[in-house]
C-alpha cells in the first residue's frame, strides 16, 4: 500500500525559513510532488523530484532522498501570501500519485 | 496561464439532475487523467483514474454508474454526477499527466451545489 506522512500544521514567522517534511512508503517510485493549495483553489505546481538531490526554484526548494524515503519542502523568505496548504505526492509504481493530508501552513507578522 | 483548463467553476443544480464537469490539457497531450474530490479542510480523495480510450479506473467506494468519465480525446475528460443529490455537493478537480509522466497539473477545480 501507500503510506505519505506530513505534519499537519507549522507556523512561521514572515521572512523566516521553514521546512515541511514528507515521508513515504510506496509500491515502486516514479517521483514526488510538491504542491501549494490556498483554501478553496486548486492546488498548483511547485516542484517535481525523482532524483536524489536539492532541487531550487527561487524562494521555494524541494530535496529528496530515494533510500530514506524522504522529501522536504524548503520556503525562503517567507511572505504572507505563503500561507497555505503544502501537499505531498508521490507517483508509485503505477503512475497514480497518492497525496499525503496536506500541511497548513500559517505564516505571521 | 493555466495548462490544464477545467469547466464550469461553479454550478448549482437541483437534486436529481445531472451535471458534467470538463477538464481540458491545453499544452499538452494527457492520456491519463484524474479526478479528484475534496470536501472543506479534507484531503484530496482520488476517485477515478481516466485513461483516453479506454474505461476509467474507479477506486473503491466509488459509484461508475453515478460518477460518469469519458476520456474520449487526449486532451479531453469530463465528469458527469448523475441523478445528484445533497451529499454530492463538494469540490472536484481533475488533474493530467503529460506522456512523459513527469508531470502533473491541476485543473481550476469546480465547486458543485447540489440543492
Known amino acids: 500500500g501507500q503510506n505519505i506522512d506530513q505534519p499537519t500544521e507549522m507556523t512561521a514567522t514572515e521572512g523566516a525559513i521553514v521546512q515541511i517534511n514528507c515521508t513515504y512508503q510506496?509500491?515502486?517510485?516514479?517521483?514526488l510532488f510538491w504542491y501549494q493549495q490556498h483554501a478553496g483553489e486548486a492546488p498548483t505546481f511547485l516542484s517535481y523530484n525523482v532524483l536524489d538531490g536539492l532541487e531550487e526554484k527561487g524562494r521555494f526548494s524541494s530535496f529528496l532522498s530515494r533510500s530514506k524515503g524522504y522529501s522536504y519542502l524548503l520556503l525562503k523568505e517567507l511572505q504572507m501570501k505563503d500561507s497555505a496548504s503544502y501537499l505531498c505526492?508521490?507517483?508509485?509504481?503505477?503512475?497514480?500519485?497518492?497525496f499525503g493530508r496536506g500541511t497548513s501552513l500559517i505564516v505571521h507578522p | 496561464g493555466a495548462v490544464v483548463s477545467q469547466h464550469p467553476s461553479w454550478v448549482i443544480c437541483k437534486s436529481g439532475t445531472s451535471v458534467k464537469i470538463e477538464c481540458r490539457s491545453l499544452?499538452?497531450?494527457?492520456?491519463?487523467m484524474f479526478w479528484y474530490r475534496q470536501f472543506p479542510k479534507q484531503s484530496l480523495m482520488l476517485m477515478a483514474t481516466s485513461n483516453e480510450g479506454s474505461k476509467a479506473t474507479y477506486e473503491q467506494g466509488v459509484e461508475k454508474d453515478k460518477f460518469l468519465i469519458n476520456h474520449a480525446s487526449l486532451t479531453l475528460s469530463t465528469l458527469t454526477v448523475t441523478s445528484a443529490h445533497p451529499e454530492d455537493s463538494s469540490f472536484y478537480i481533475c488533474?493530467?499527466?503529460?506522456?512523459?509522466?513527469?508531470?502533473?497539473?491541476f485543473g481550476e477545480g469546480s465547486w458543485l451545489t447540489v440543492v
Open positions: 488533474s493530467a499527466r503529460n506522456l512523459a509522466g513527469n508531470t502533473i497539473y
Open positions: 505526492a508521490v507517483l508509485g509504481g503505477s503512475y497514480i500519485p497518492t
Open positions: 499544452d499538452f497531450q494527457a492520456t491519463t
Open positions: 510506496t509500491s515502486g517510485f516514479n517521483g
